[in-house]
């Protein structure tokens, strides 16, 4: 219910632009409401919603959101129970949203197909300048997959895999060289 009265709030609110949200219960209903608000709101800019229970219809709620929405430019999601088809979703507006600039996405079930997903997208976005995917139980193939994004995505700073246990070390080197720039002479 406070996810649906804020979210009420933030339609014809002129002047705040962050918001944390952190560990609140909120749920699916509570991220659908948030969704709505994005679609109109033109301040904010960051929303935290980690550590709640948003899920995967929560995400693809917010995912339809930030197709339209011009200024959110850091969404964090950690620890939401999203499965794949939300990463998914996730991933299909990253495509085509261009103010993104730091999405969290870890501690949910991303696993190898969300990772595939968000490779892709990883080869059109030119703005996202971090991607945290920590504790999302990734395989070496999804990190394959990002790794071979990142030979074409040129803005992408930071990229955390940390604590994906199926990642094998030699991967995670490459991945690592990937973002080694050898000092000019």
């Given at each position: 219910?406070?996810a649906?009265?804020?979210?009420?709030?933030?339609k014809v609110?002129?002047s705040?632009?962050?918001?944390?949200?952190y560990s609140?219960?909120?749920?699916?209903?509570?991220a659908?409401?948030?969704?709505?608000?994005?679609?109109?709101?033109t301040t904010?800019?960051?929303?935290?919603?980690?550590g709640n229970?948003?899920?995967?219809?929560g995400m693809?709620?917010?995912?339809?959101a930030?197709?339209?929405?011009?200024t959110?430019?850091d969404?964090?999601v950690f620890?939401n129970?999203i499965g794949?088809a939300?990463i998914?979703?996730?991933?299909?507006v990253?495509?085509?949203?261009?103010?993104?600039?730091?999405?969290?996405?870890?501690?949910?079930?991303?696993?190898?197909?969300?990772?595939?997903?968000?490779?892709?997208?990883?080869?059109?976005n030119t703005?996202?300048?971090?991607?945290?995917?920590?504790?999302?139980?990734?395989?070496?193939?999804g990190a394959?997959?990002?790794?071979?994004?990142?030979?074409v995505?040129?803005?992408?700073?930071h990229l955390?895999?940390?604590?994906?246990?199926?990642i094998?070390?030699?991967?995670?080197?490459?991945?690592?060289?990937?973002f080694y720039?050898?000092?000019?002479?």
């Open positions: 219910a406070g649906v009265a804020l979210a009420g709030a933030l609110n002129t705040v632009e962050f918001i944390n949200l609140n219960e909120i749920d699916a209903a509570g659908v409401a948030l969704a709505d608000a994005l679609k109109v709101n904010l800019k960051t929303l935290d919603i980690a229970n948003i899920g995967t219809v693809k709620a917010l995912a339809d930030l197709k339209t929405n011009t959110l430019d969404l964090n620890g129970f794949t939300g998914e979703a996730l991933a299909d990253l495509k085509v949203n261009t103010t993104l600039r730091s999405v969290d996405a870890g501690g949910n079930s991303v696993r190898n197909a969300g990772a595939a997903a968000l490779a892709d997208a990883l080869q059109f703005t996202l300048r971090t991607l945290d995917l920590r504790d999302s139980e990734i395989g070496t193939a394959r997959a990002l790794a071979d994004a990142l030979r995505n040129a803005t992408l700073e955390s895999l940390t604590n994906n246990e199926r094998s070390s030699k991967l995670a080197s490459d991945i690592g060289a990937m720039v050898p000092e000019l002479k």
